[in-house]
């Protein structure tokens, strides 16, 4: 967990940096998946959440991909 909240943080400071000179585009979803049993106790069955983000960067100079 914390490897990969020191890359979302070097991510982030490169995006920041980049911004002056580049125009950036995010793209993405989230998904909220519950199932819950009523008929007996309330039992949670399922509980899933999806996050996708693409970051796409361009400008003159430099282009990428996340």
């Known amino acids: 967990m914390k490897r990969a ?3 979302l943080a070097a991510i982030l ?6 911004s002056a000179w580049a125009q950036m585009t995010f793209r993405g979803f989230v998904l909220n ?3 819950f049993r009523t008929n007996e106790s309330l039992d949670a069955m ?3 959440n999806r996050l996708r ?7 003159e100079n430099v282009s990428g991909f996340a």
């Open 5 to 7: 909240t020191i890359w």
């Open 13 to 18: 400071a490169i995006c920041f940096d980049c």
């Open 46 to 48: 399922l509980i899933r």
């Open 33 to 35: 998946q519950d199932m």
């Open 53 to 59: 983000l693409n970051t796409e960067i361009s400008g």
